[in-house]
């Protein structure tokens, strides 16, 4: 049985995920709760699910390969020099399958009478197919997930079919969320665990994710600025509408906390330390690491692949404690892609949205303590697109979008570890090796060659 058709029975509140009780993923649902599957037990479940794959290895592993951090022991060292190991993701692959049969079953479940569900089961589906796509490209979708109608073997849809389909996703989720109360005989409460049931949230989020992948075109004939500025009208319009992973201590660790407090095999950076302090007024290095003994900020090397080196601390905004809440789509990302297609349409006003940014960014890290207005001082004559792409890696620390924005723009200019396996930053995760040796139509691409919308 192929891994992207594998449907797993749901028992419990939620689904305990592939891969959930590994080494590296400590956040996960107890199974001890009645059986029952229900539409409140399926969007709870889809949305850890979610939240587990957007800050776990995946998200890890990116912010090495983007330099954000230095894997220094251990399974961390793999990625540091672009040993990408195929068996390295089949854990990461399977919960991102499970968790999209979660939301089919959701979907299938809410149907015409429960729009408000189905919308969410489609914009959690979004954001999956977005996060499988981004990091292996061309991927099992129009025939995954299909098993019961006698497909064991998907055939693997290119990127750009796959992106088409996560827009018109999002569409629809739109046009649910359109829909009043009275039109579901059910709606979304407690089961919420990220917006508790506000509708007006979602559809927020759900634009603000139309304008993410609508910027994945960049590179291609068919980039629409309009469309993207458009879609972030109606999307989120301050950091208090974050959609946000929420956490707890105990069974729900937010997973960066969960794997640096129980292994710490992952550093800061240099490359990223040393460009944060560029700037000594940039507050957010004080909530991104805590200093070393004396008193200083200061990352491993690249190249340096142990942890011998003296190396910043990691601080309160990711690994604070295991309820810390982790970013999944935000204010900050939404004006920065404002900025970067007002810059690509030559508007002037790409500066003051890349200000904007810029302080949603350091008020969001810094839980509104330091708002960034010190730093955020560009005008028309000094935005360009390396700008823009450089300011948003130093925001989205730890988050997997900013190695897409590298692959996508080539900003900001990192030097590739010397002492890499290869002598460039990988450009893709490997095919994982259950689905490359069960699924006679999986193709094994070098992780040299760009994603689609890469190239």
């Known amino acids: 049985m192929k891994i992207s058709n594998k449907i ?34 399926l969007l709870s479940s889809t949305e850890v699910g979610t939240m ?51 939301a089919r079953q959701l979907e299938a479940l809410a149907g015409a009478t429960n729009p408000h569900y189905r919308g ?8 999956n197919w977005g996060l499988l796509t981004d990091m292996w490209g061309d ?8 098993i019961k109608e006698g497909i064991i073997s998907p055939k693997f849809d290119q990127q750009q079919v796959v992106l088409a389909g996560i827009i018109n996703m999002l569409d629809m989720a739109i046009a649910d969320f ?3 109360v009275s039109a579901n005989v059910k709606v979304p409460g407690g089961d919420d665990i990220i917006f508790g049931g506000d509708m007006s949230m979602w559809n927020k989020t759900a634009h603000t994710l139309k304008a993410r992948y609508l910027n994945r075109y960049s590179n291609k004939s068919t980039y629409d600025p309009t469309a993207i500025i458009a879609a972030l009208s109606n999307g989120i319009q301050s950091s208090s509408e974050n959609c946000m992973a929420i956490h707890a201590d105990g069974n729900a660790l937010n997973q960066w906390f969960a794997f640096e407090n129980n292994r710490g095999y992952i550093v800061s950076s240099q490359t990223f330390v040393d460009s944060l302090l560029l700037r000594p007024q940039d507050l957010r290095i004080e909530y991104y690491f805590s200093t070393n003994d004396s008193g ?11 942890d011998d080196a003296t190396i910043s601390r990691w601080g309160t905004y990711l690994v604070g404690s295991g309820s810390a809440p982790f970013p999944l789509v935000t204010y900050s990302e939404a004006k920065f892609i404002e900025a970067e297609a007002l810059n690509r349409s030559g508007n002037p006003l790409a500066a003051d949205a890349l200000n904007d940014a810029i302080k949603a960014s350091c008020s969001e890290v810094s839980g509104g303590a330091y708002d960034g207005t010190d730093i955020a001082v560009y005008t028309p004559a000094t935005v360009d697109m390396s700008r823009i792409i450089y300011e948003k890696w130093l925001s989205l620390f730890g988050q997997p979008e900013a190695y897409t924005d590298y692959r996508r723009t080539g900003y900001p200019n990192l030097t590739p570890n010397p002492q890499g396996q290869i002598s460039e930053i990988p450009k893709r995760f490997p095919v994982p090796q259950d689905e490359r040796v069960n699924n006679p139509n999986a193709p094994s691409p070098a992780i040299t060659t760009p994603v689609w919308w890469a190239q």
Request: proline residues 6%; charged residues 15%.
């Open 120 to 127: 969410l089961s489609r914009v959690l589906s979004a954001m």
């Open 178 to 180: 359109a829909q009043p």
């Open 296 to 306: 200083k900020y200061v990352g491993s090397p690249i190249d340096v692949t142990n």
């Open 52 to 102: 587990n794959t957007y800050e776990g290895e995946i998200a890890r592993t990116a912010s090495i390969l983007v330099q954000q951090n230095v894997g220094a022991q251990f399974q961390s060292q793999d990625p540091q020099i672009y040993n990408l190991i195929e068996d390295q993701f089949n854990n990461q692959w399977g919960q991102l399958y499970q968790t999209l049969e979660n």
């Open 8 to 41: 797993m029975t749901i028992m419990a509140a939620a689904v305990v995920f592939m891969g959930s009780c590994k080494k590296t993923d400590d956040y996960f649902i107890s199974p001890n709760e009645p059986s029952e599957l229900t539409m409140p037990v």
């Open 139 to 146: 991927i099992p979708y129009s025939e995954a997930l299909k």
